[in-house]
C-alpha cells in the first residue's frame, strides 16, 4: 500500500508539472509562433537518422582530444543537433512531447540562473554561463523526446555506441600507463606520495577521465544483461573490465571515493533486493557474488597499490598539498556564499574566477568551487541549490521505483552513475566539463524512456 501511494504521489507530481509547463504563458507563446510555421514543413524519412547521427557525433566528440578544451566546438555539434531537431519537430505532427517533475525543476533552475544573471557585477562573462546552461537544457531536450518518441532498441544503441566511446578512451588510457606516458601537470604531492603514471586518456585530465568513466561503468554494467547479441555482451563484459583498470590508473582520490560508494550502494541494493525475492537459492546466489565481488576488490589493491597509497593521502587532511588547497578554497567559497546567499554572483565558470579573487587566500587561486553543489550556491544562490538537489532527489525516487517495482537493469545502472557522479561531485567539479555534463542530462532523459517504457508517464 505504501508503495503504491508512493507511486500514485509521485504520478500526480509528474501530471501536475506537465499540465503546469503547458498552461504556461511561455509555452503557449511557443506553440502560437511555432504552429504556422510547421505547416511550412513536409516531414523526411533521412531526418530521424540525421537526429541519431548528429547525437552519436556529439558522443565521439567527448572522447576525441581536439575537443578536450574545446567547448564552443561541442557547444556548436549541440546546436546543429537542435536545427535538426527543430525541423524533425515542426515536420511531424504526431511527435510526442511530455513533461515531468524533474523538467519543472529544469526550468526553474533555468529561471533562477536568469535572475543570477541580471542581477550579476559580472553580466558579461554570467550571460556566457548562461548561454552555456540554455545549450545544455536544450540537449536534454532534444534527447529526452528522442528517446521517449523513438524506439526501445535505437534507445539501447545510443547507450551502446555512448559506452563504446567509453571503452576506447578506456583503452588508450591503459595504453598510456603501458607505454609510461608522461603526466601532462604535476598532480601528486612528491612529499607524501610516491609519484605514479596517472592516465589521462584523450580527456587531457586523470579526474576528469575519472569523471567520465565512473559515469560510463554502471551502465555498461547494465547493457551486459540489457542486449540481447551474445557477441555484444561479451564486448561490454570486457569493456566493464577495461574502463574499471583505467579508472584505476587515473590515480584519481575522486574517482576512488565514487568507485567505492558506488560498490557499497551497488552491494546494499543488490543484497535488499535478494532479501525481498523469496527464493530457495538466494542465500547461495548472494553469499557468492559479495564474497566474489570482495575478492576481486581485494585482488586490483594487491595489483594497483596505487589505489590504498592515493586513499591514505585522504586522511593526511593539510599535510597532503591537495587537501591543504581545496581546504583553503572551500574556506574562500563559503565567505563567497555568505556574500551571495539569495541569487548568487552570476553563472558560469568566468565568472566565478573575477568573484574568487576578492574571497581567495593568498597563494591558492582556484578554477571552480571544487564541489558541485557549493558551486551552484555560489554561483545560482540558495534556492538554486535547493532545486539543483531536489532533480537529484527526483531521479533517485523515480529510478528506486523503477527497478524495485518494474525490475528495470537499466534503471539501476543510472542509478549508480547518478551515485557516483554525485560522490565525486563532493571534491571536484569536473561535473561541469561537457565530457560529463552532456552524459549527465542524457542520464536525466533517460528516466523519462524507462518510465515510458515501464508503462508510467514521465
Known sequence: ?????????????????????????LCKSIIFITNPI??????????PVLLIVSISAIFTSLSMPQFANDRFGIGLVILVCFF?????????KSLKITFNSIDLCIILFLILATISTFSSYFFKESLTGLLKYI??????????????????????????????????????????????VEPLATWEDPTQETIHIRV?????NPNLLAGYLLLVLPVCIALVFEQKNKLFKIIFLAGVALVLICLILTGSRGGYIGLIFSFVMSLVIFLNHFTFQKKANNKLTVTLTVF???????????????????????FTFREHSSNNYRLN?????????????????????????????????????????????LEIAIEIGLLGCFIFIFIFLLSFLKLHWLFWQ???IFSFGIFISLIGLLTHGMVDTVFFRPQIFIPFWFLLASIGRIEHESGTKG
Open 135 to 180: 545549450t545544455f537544457f536544450l540537449w536534454y531536450f532534444i534527447v529526452k523526446t528522442i528517446v521517449v518518441n523513438f524506439s526501445q532498441k535505437t534507445f539501447l544503441n545510443l547507450w551502446s555506441f555512448l559506452c563504446l566511446c567509453g571503452i576506447v578512451t578506456a583503452l588508450i588510457g591503459i595504453c598510456q600507463y603501458i607505454i609510461g
Open 329 to 373: 578554497v572551500w574556506a574562500a567559497c563559503l565567505k563567497m556564499l555568505k556574500d551571495n546567499l539569495l541569487i548568487g554572483i552570476g553563472p558560469g565558470n568566468n565568472t566565478f574566477r573575477l568573484a574568487y579573487g576578492l574571497y581567495m587566500i593568498t597563494g591558492f587561486d582556484a578554477l571552480a568551487a571544487y564541489n558541485i553543489f
Open 38 to 47: 510547421s505547416n511550412l514543413f513536409k516531414y523526411n524519412n533521412t531526418l
Open 200 to 204: 589521462y586518456s584523450t580527456l587531457g
Open 406 to 408: 518494474k525490475g528495470s
Open 292 to 314: 566474489g565481488i570482495i575478492a576481486f576488490i581485494l585482488s586490483l589493491t594487491f595489483l594497483f597499490p596505487v589505489i590504498t597509497e592515493r586513499i591514505l593521502t585522504i
Open 1 to 25: 500500500m505504501k508503495n503504491q501511494s508512493f507511486i500514485n504521489n509521485l504520478e500526480k507530481l509528474d501530471n501536475w508539472s506537465n499540465e503546469t509547463i503547458k498552461n504556461s504563458s
Open 84 to 92: 535538426i531537431f527543430l525541423l524533425y519537430l515542426f515536420s511531424n
